[in-house]
């Protein structure tokens, strides 16, 4: 990509959590992200690096002229639908969002012949299928997801695969593990509602702020029964996006890479994490296995570091802890405001605007 000129970049889905840190390491590095977000999740407050562009990616009038008003070099898209309890109920809508809108955005990438896209996929591609818990996961891997929610992101990325191949478009799909963790500035973190992640909810349950953390299931084949994930700080995630998109591919070309550390830590291991960074106990039971959720998930990161020359920097679980506990004592924006207006595009007071 010509970097002359500050190349302008579309982020679907830059008002949310991992698309807001990706704007900033996309500025960072002398791009103008242009975020195009119909802040169904997202935040005003949290598009701070380049203009937003209000509209939802399945109106392709909309994101066609988002694409020429900015003269659009590339895209990363991360806009859609997250939480895999919701995909259970509401399979149809996950769909329409995550792989109807992917289509859309092909289709109007390839009219404004915007050649180049990193997609947000997932871990949940994987399941747990035949592997063992001990093992990690090449790209190769059996795809097995277990929620209708990981059957779009897979869908999605053969969908992207195929256009690929018929329309000279280059593609990566980014499958990432845990994203946790803040931007260290505090301008912008993790404000999904509902919370269903670890870490924001381990430390809510310490500071007495959310309910007591429940800890599904203990008793899997792991070393404290509890399950594994591969935590990824968002900020070296956000530098995935930026190296995906710098990489030399050939028209046609798609390729899916893990974003991890490589590295397991147990349920347990981060509620102590939380415990030490917060100095209090993280008020905690043991409740049942939750249907669908594999024991462990562990990414083999060898591709990223290979294709991408990337490798984590600040994934320690005592780092993205420690970024995420300050996020959470001080949020920017997010605390509070949905549970009253359901929106994302209502007005916030914020010490950071
Ligand atoms: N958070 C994780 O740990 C994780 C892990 C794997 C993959 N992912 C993927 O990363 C992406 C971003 O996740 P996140 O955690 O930042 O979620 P998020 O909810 O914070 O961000 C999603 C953004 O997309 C926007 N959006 C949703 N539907 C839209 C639509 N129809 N049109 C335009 N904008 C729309 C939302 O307003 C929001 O700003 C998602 O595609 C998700 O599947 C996330």
């Given at each position: 990509m010509d970097r002359g000129s500050k190349p302008a970049v579309l982020v679907t889905g830059g008002a949310g959590y991992i698309g807001a840190h990706t704007a900033k390491a996309l500025h960072e590095q002398g791009y103008l992200p242009v975020v195009y977000d119909n802040l169904s999740s997202g935040f005003?407050?949290?598009?701070?690096w380049g203009p937003l562009v209000q509209g939802d990616i399945r109106d392709a009038a909309a994101l066609g002229e988002a694409m020429a008003a900015h003269k659009v070099q590339a895209v990363i898209h991360f806009a859609g639908l997250i939480e895999v309890g919701r995909s259970t109920v509401k399979p149809d809508l996950f769909w329409e969002v995550n792989v109807a809108g992917t289509t859309s955005l092909l289709q109007v990438m390839r009219e404004h012949k915007v050649e180049r896209l990193v997609f947000s996929s997932s871990?949940?591609?994987?399941?747990?299928?035949?592997?063992?818990?001990q093992q990690s996961i090449a790209e190769d891997a059996e795809k097995a997801p277990s929620s209708p929610y990981g059957d779009t992101k897979l869908a999605a990325e053969w969908m992207i695969a195929a256009q690929c191949r018929a329309y000279g478009l280059a593609a990566v799909a980014l499958r990432y593990f845990n994203a946790a963790g803040a931007d260290p500035s505090g301008l912008i973190g993790e404000a999904h509602d509902p919370e269903t992640h670890l870490i924001p909810l381990a430390i809510a349950a310490a500071l007495g702020e959310g309910k007591p953390l429940t800890?599904?299931?203990?008793?899997?084949?792991t070393p404290d029964g509890t399950c594994l994930r591969d935590y990824i700080h968002v900020s070296d995630l956000a530098r995935a996006h930026v190296a995906a998109l710098g990489i030399e591919l050939r028209a046609g070309a798609f390729e899916a890479v893990n974003v991890g550390t490589g590295e397991g830590r147990s349920v347990m291991q981060v509620v102590d994490a939380v415990a030490k960074a917060a100095g209090c106990q993280v008020p905690h039971s043991v409740g049942a296995r939750r249907a669908g959720d594999p024991p462990s998930l562990v990414a083999d990161p060898s591709l990223a570091r290979d294709l991408l020359g990337w490798t984590p920097r600040h994934s320690s679980l005592q780092e993205i802890v420690a970024d995420a506990l300050r996020w959470e004592t001080r949020?920017?924006?997010?605390?509070?405001v949905r549970a009253s207006?359901?929106?994302?595009s209502s007005p916030f007071t914020s010490s950071a605007d």
């Open positions: 005003r407050q949290a598009v701070r871990a949940a591609v994987y399941g747990q299928g035949a592997r063992s818990a800890v599904f299931g203990q008793d899997f084949q949020p920017a924006y997010g605390k509070g207006s359901g929106r994302g």
